[in-house]
């Protein structure tokens, strides 16, 4: 009864339709061309660089996300093909155009959609107010989901090597049944990013 | 409805505003120099915008609309209202933007993007547009309008921009429409309606306060 309440509430959650993939709940919602793509205000703050646009994503395939990161007034600042395991750069601006960076924005990206967890193994936990999923993504890195049940707040925490490295918070809107916003913070480095939903 | 019909309005003016031929500019000297001196009796600029966002894997346009703000020699204000809250503000070399509940507060150049946007946008309405080195530009005329485009030639701004296309009205030699292409053929369309020059905007529309 547990599990069915914790998987319903499951369902209802998520970063669009990609979140819930996460837990093997619901894959159908993806086949609707609406929730192929998103539309997110992004603001990226990494050492003393300051960057704020419109990360826009879309669904190429089943494993695959192309995610672009454009400025609001004008040209893109970042072009990005994701796999589950590898990325492909097709544009970046000078100053974001370092492998250090772009890994790192690959690394989080890929968590925040969950797509580096897809078909990793995982363990389920679920206590009264907490369904907790930890995915091995390698011997030495996990992904540790976590969903209270009670303030409906999901959480994830990227851990290498037993050490925390970024956290990302998902934020849920009025309805509860979609994510309204994220935020990631890294914990080895300073940098952060807060994405918002934004409606075209 | 009415965001339909808004919408078609949008595409119909952008529409228009290119499909009048232009043909090339005989005196572009004599332009120019009209051009500038217009633009010095311009204090101050506010309008309404449209924006435009052609991203060639979407298969809809971002479109979204705010206010315009311009007082010389280099303050600049876009205040994004729809579909999301963002402002921008351009106070000589200092750019603040808020959005959400964050204020950023950055000199523009520690962002290349911000810095050759604003720059081109307040040049624009200067005047100055002919001034800026990293661009070369060439003159078309209409019965309405000049269409101006500027292809870049320093080297970090060719890595992101292709061409800048801008309109400029014969009724009052102001911008019409700026219009951004990407080295990947995305663009960015701006087009400015409701003008009012020389109006004045108080200090602390630049301040963000």
Redesign the interface.
């Known amino acids: 009864m547990l599990r069915l309440l914790a998987s319903s509430i499951l369902v209802l959650l998520g970063f669009e339709c990609i979140y819930p993939m996460q837990f093997g709940i619901d894959k159908t919602c993806l086949t609707q061309p609406n929730d192929s793509t998103g539309v997110y205000a992004i603001q990226y703050n990494i050492l003393t660089y300051n960057l704020t646009g419109l990360l826009i994503y879309k669904k190429l395939n089943d494993s695959t996300y192309r995610a672009i990161i454009t400025s609001e007034m004008g040209p893109k600042i970042l072009d990005i093909i994701l796999y589950q395991d590898d990325y492909k750069l097709n544009f970046a601006i000078k100053q974001l155009k370092r492998k250090v960076v772009i890994k790192s924005f690959y690394n989080d990206l890929v968590s925040i959609t969950g797509l580096n967890s897809r078909h990793a193994a995982s363990n389920t936990s679920v206590t009264d107010s907490m369904v907790t999923i930890n995915y091995t993504l390698s011997k030495k890195n996990n992904l540790i989901y976590s969903n209270n049940l009670i303030n409906t707040i999901s959480n994830a925490t990227y851990i290498v090597k037993g050490e925390k490295k970024f956290t990302i918070h998902y934020f849920y809107g009025q309805k509860n049944t979609q994510v309204d916003s994220i935020f990631l913070k890294h914990w080895d480095y300073k940098m952060d990013m807060e994405l918002r939903k934004i409606k075209f | 409805m009415k965001n339909f019909a808004f919408c078609l309005l949008f595409i119909f003016s952008c529409y228009s505003c290119f499909s009048q031929t232009y043909k090339v500019l005989e005196d572009k000297e004599a332009f120019q120099k009209l051009y500038i001196e217009k633009a010095k009796n311009i204090v101050s600029l506010e309008s309404k915008f449209v924006?435009e966002?052609s991203?060639s894997?979407?298969e809809?346009k971002?479109?979204?609309e705010g206010t315009f703000q311009f007082r010389k020699p280099s303050m600049l204000r876009?205040e994004?209202t729809k579909?999301?809250q963002?402002l921008?503000i351009l106070n000589n070399d200092r750019v603040i933007?808020k959005?959400?509940s964050?204020e950023?507060n950055?000199s523009t150049n520690?962002?290349?993007?911000?810095k050759?946007?604003s720059q081109i946008t307040v040049d624009c309405v200067s005047g100055n547009v002919f001034n800026n080195k990293n661009f070369k530009s060439t003159i078309l005329e209409n019965n309405d309008s000049y269409l101006i485009t500027l292809v870049p030639s320093a080297t970090?701004i060719k890595?992101?921009?292709n061409e800048i296309k801008v309109i400029i009205s014969k009724a009052d030699y102001t911008v019409v429409k700026l219009e951004?292409v990407?080295?990947?053929g995305?663009f960015?369309i701006?087009v400015f309606k409701d003008k009012e020059i020389n109006k004045t905007i108080p200090d602390a529309s630049f301040t963000g306060k």
């Open positions: 924006q966002k991203i894997f979407l809809k971002l479109i979204s876009m994004y579909p999301f963002y921008f933007i959005s959400n964050h950023t950055i520690s962002n290349k993007v911000f050759i946007i970090d890595s992101i921009m951004m990407e080295t990947s995305d960015t701006l």
